[in-house]
């Protein structure tokens, strides 16, 4: 963890995106194999192929030439319908018959939305001031 800790510095709230996506990622995919529901092993896939982005960000963003932070802020960005989705998707499936895996995940998944909500705000109040 100390190589992914020195690439986000003091972000700890990047830090804690990455930790929550690869988490419900993890998640989903457990639950897609164990129910034999495909759907939930793209789900956990998008969440970690997200989270993979979201880790290289910065790299990206110099090999691409693009300004410092771009890409971690595009994906926490599309983060949020993604995850919205997630939620309304599983509420109009199920409604509110949440079992213990699915209840930590959406709970994680609500965190999450939270954080990354939070996560551009900061940038954005940063960058406009």
């Known amino acids: ?9 003091n972000d700890s709230l990047g830090l804690a995106l990455l930790a ?6 993890i998640i989903n995919i457990a639950a897609g194999i164990i129910n034999n529901f495909s759907v939930l ?3 956990g896939a998008g969440f970690l ?23 971690r802020a595009t994906i926490a960005g ?3 319908p993604y ?10 499936y199920y409604r509110l018959s949440f079992g213990p895996l699915a209840l930590i995940d959406k ?7 939270i ?3 939070t996560y551009l705000y900061k940038l954005v109040s940063k960058n406009s001031g």
């Open 49 to 71: 192929g997200g989270a993979a982005i979201f880790a290289l960000g910065d790299r990206l963003d110099s090999r691409m030439g693009l300004e410092h932070g771009f890409t």
């Open 1 to 9: 963890m100390g190589r992914m800790a020195e690439a986000f510095g």
């Open 115 to 117: 954080l990354a909500t």
């Open 83 to 92: 995850t919205g989705y997630q939620l309304v998707a599983y509420y109009a």
């Open 78 to 80: 599309l983060s949020l």
């Open 41 to 43: 092993l793209w789900a």
């Open 107 to 113: 709970f994680i998944q609500g965190i999450f939305l």
């Open 20 to 25: 929550l996506a690869v988490l419900t990622g």
